[in-house]
């Protein structure tokens, strides 16, 4: 019913501190590229608050989903009090906080996880040695 509002609280969390780190990243850290030091190529890496974007951007898109899966079921309504369950009583209230305990949980630490796989797999790519280009002559 509400699932999708515990990402939605993530992501709108995510999304301030991404926002507020990318306010106070000045410095771009550059890899240079190549053995040859006078004509080494740069490639950027990209900054927390770039990957940290990632994880809001994951978030954003389930939520944007769930919502309108929601929607569209007829459990959130475009007008007061927004869900559903909300009105149908005091039961259906403590199923749709249940349901939002374990599904929405579920799916904000799911999310979370693939993120953590992500950024640890760009770390690991941006580690990684390159090999010089080969120069093709014709």
Known sequence: MACFLVPGTEAIVVTAAALLLKRY???KTEV???TN??????QKKSGFAGKLFWLAELLWG???LLAFEHLWYGEVVPFFPFL???TEGPAAVSEMLGEMASVGVTMAVLVTVIWIGMVLISAAIE???????AEVTV
């Open 127 to 133: 580690k990684r040695p390159t090999t010089e280009k």
């Open 37 to 42: 030091n006078t004509s080494a190529e740069t």
């Open 84 to 86: 559903t369950a909300a």
């Open 25 to 27: 990243e000045q410095k």
């Open 62 to 64: 389930g939520v944007i």
């Open 32 to 34: 240079k590229i190549g």
